[in-house]
C-alpha cells in the first residue's frame, strides 16, 4: 500500500563476515551542469522590412538558447492541456488531452534539450498514462541535467519512487525515497516537510515490507509517524507489518488505533493509495475485520486474498489466520483455535551467539538512512568529506545498547561521530536468544 503524490501543478551492503564494509553513499548523483559557450564571433544581420526588432532583453538568451521561445510556447501548451485533463474525468476524452500534453512536452525537449522541465513534465504525463518504464526514462533524464531545486529533485526522487514500486523493482524504489528524504530535509519553507517525510518514510516502509524485510519497514514506519502521527495509512501499513512479523498483539493494537478514527477503512479505498499487487488490499481489510470482532468477513477478506495472491510471500499467514477462525485453506470449517507463533530454533551456545551478532548487524543496516542524514549534514559543510569509520557496539541482555565507541575513524569529524553514536544509541535491538551480552564490530566507508 503505497501513498500516490498528489496531482501534478504543472511545475551497500551485502551480508558478510565481521570486517565486511558497508558502503554508506549519499545516493543522489550530482549531475555536472551544461553551460553553453557563447562563442565571440556571430553574423550581424538587418531585420527583414516590416519586421519588430528583437527585445535587448531577449536579445542574449536567444543567442545562448536559440531554441528558448519555441521550448516557451511548447511547454506553455502543453501545461494548459495538463490543466484541462485533471478536470476532465471521462475517458477516453482524458487520455487523448494527455496524449496531446505528451506531444506539446515532446516538442518542448526538441527546441531545447537540455533543459530539464521539459523531460520532466513528459513524465508526469507518462505516469497519469500508466507507461512506467518510459516516466522513468524520462524522470532519469530529467535529473541527469542537474536541477538545483531541491522541491524538484524531491519531486523526481518521489515520482520515480512510486514508479518502481509499480515495476516490482523494490530495491530501487527504497533508494529513490531515500533520495526525496534527503531533498525534503533540506527544504525550509514553502512546503509541509514533516508531512512529506512521513509519506516518504511510509512509502520505503511498504517497500521494505514488500522485500519481506520487515524489521527495516517496522522502523520506517515508526519513522514515519514520528512526523506525522495522524497519517492513518502509515498505521494501518505498521500493523499488517507487526503481524506479518508475528507481533500478534502490537498488531491488533495499531489496527484498533486506526479503526477508531478510520472504521469502515475508508482511507485504504481513497484514490491516491494503491497496492502492489493489488490484492495485497485483502490483506488489510482482513486483519481490519478480525481485530474489530466481524470474523465473519473477516474469514471472506482471508480468502480472497489467497484466491488472488496464491503464491504471496505472506499467503502462511492468511492460511494461518484462517486456522485460527477455524476454517481450513481448502475452505471446511474445523475447530477454532489460537494463532500460534512459529516456534524460534534453538542451537548450541557458539550457534546461538551468531545469530545474535547477525541479528545486530541487521538492525544496524536499517538505521543506515539515518546514518547517512549525519553524513549529508556534514557534507554541507565539507563537500569533499570521504574516509571510514569502525563502530564498536556492545548490545545487553535487554536489547539495548551498553556501549557504543568509534574504534577508528579517517573521516576526522568529531560532530559527525557524535551524531552516528547518538543514532545507535537509540537502537532497541532484540533480545540475544543466547543469553549474553553482544559485542560487534560494524566498519562503514562514507563516499559523496
Not at 485483502?282 to 474489530?292: I, K, P, V, W
Not at 499467514?317 to 534453538?346: E, S, T
Not at 541487521?362 to 553524513?375: A, H, K, Q, T, V
Not at 570521504?386 to 563502530?391: K, M, S, V
Request: glycine share 8%; charged share 25%.
Amino acid at each position: 500500500m503505497n501513498q500516490a503524490p498528489s496531482p501534478p501543478s504543472g511545475t551497500g551492503q551485502g551480508q558478510g563476515g565481521e570486517t565486511a564494509s558497508h558502503v554508506v553513499s549519499l545516493g543522489v548523483a550530482m549531475a555536472r551542469l551544461t553551460v553553453p559557450v557563447l562563442l565571440l564571433a556571430f553574423l550581424a544581420a538587418t531585420p527583414a522590412r516590416g519586421a519588430e526588432p528583437e527585445r535587448e532583453s531577449d536579445f542574449w538568451p536567444s543567442i545562448l538558447d536559440p531554441g528558448r521561445r519555441e521550448f516557451e510556447v511548447a511547454m506553455e501548451k502543453g501545461l494548459d492541456l495538463l490543466d484541462k485533463a485533471k478536470r476532465v474525468a471521462a475517458e477516453p476524452l482524458r487520455s487523448r488531452v494527455l496524449q496531446d500534453a505528451l506531444a506539446a512536452f515532446r516538442e518542448a525537449t526538441r527546441h531545447s534539450p537540455n533543459n530539464y522541465r521539459g523531460w520532466y513534465q513528459s513524465a508526469v504525463v507518462l505516469t497519469a498514462l500508466d507507461r512506467t518504464k518510459e516516466a522513468i526514462a524520462s524522470y532519469r533524464r530529467a535529473r541527469a541535467l542537474g536541477p538545483e531545486d531541491r522541491e524538484v529533485l524531491y519531486r523526481i526522487a518521489f515520482e520515480l519512487g512510486i514508479a518502481y514500486s509499480k515495476t516490482g523493482a523494490f530495491e530501487k524504489a527504497v533508494l529513490e525515497y531515500d533520495r526525496a528524504d534527503g531533498a525534503l530535509a533540506g527544504i525550509t519553507r514553502g512546503r509541509d516537510v514533516r508531512g512529506g517525510r512521513s509519506t516518504v518514510h511510509g512509502n520505503a516502509a511498504e517497500a521494505l515490507m514488500a522485500l519481506g524485510r520487515l524489521d527495516e519497514a517496522i522502523q520506517r514506519y515508526r519513522e514515519s509517524l514520528s512526523y506525522n502521527p495522524g497519517n492513518n495509512l502509515v498505521r494501518y501499513g505498521l500493523a499488517v507489518a507487526y503481524d506479518r512479523d508475528e507481533q500478534i498483539s502490537k498488531a491488533q493494537q495499531e489496527m484498533r488505533t486506526v479503526l477508531a478514527v478510520d472504521p469502515d477503512m475508508r482511507e485504504l479505498q481513497s484514490d491516491n493509495v494503491f497496492f502492489i499487487p493489488e490484492g495485497d488490499i485483502h490483506y488489510y481489510f482482513a486483519l481490519g475485520r478480525q481485530s474489530r470482532g466481524d470474523l465473519e468477513e473477516a474469514k471472506k477478506q482471508w480468502q480472497l486474498f489467497l484466491q488472488k495472491l496464491p503464491g504471496s510471500q505472506w499467503a502462511p499467514r492468511a492460511r494461518a489466520h484462517l486456522a485460527a477462525l477455524g476454517v481450513a485453506p481448502d475452505g471446511q470449517q474445523h475447530r477454532k483455535g489460537r494463532l500460534a507463533p512459529v516456534p524460534k530454533p534453538v542451537g548450541g551456545n557458539e550457534q546461538a551467539s551468531a545469530r545474535d551478532r547477525a541479528a545486530v548487524r541487521s538492525r544496524l543496516s536499517s538505521y543506515l538512512y539515518r546514518i547517512r542524514g549525519c553524513y549529508r549534514t556534514e557534507l554541507r559543510k565539507q563537500p569533499t568529506l570521504a574516509g571510514e569509520l569502525r563502530l564498536v557496539i556492545t548490545v545487553r541482555k535487554n536489547g539495548r545498547p551498553e556501549g557504543v565507541r568509534i574504534a577508528r575513524s579517517t573521516l576526522h569529524r568529531p560532530t559527525m561521530q557524535r551524531c552516528v553514536v547518538n543514532v545507535v544509541k537509540g537502537i532497541y535491538f532484540s533480545r540475544p536468544v543466547s543469553g549474553r551480552p553482544v559485542r560487534v564490530e560494524y566498519p562503514m566507508k562514507f563516499q559523496p
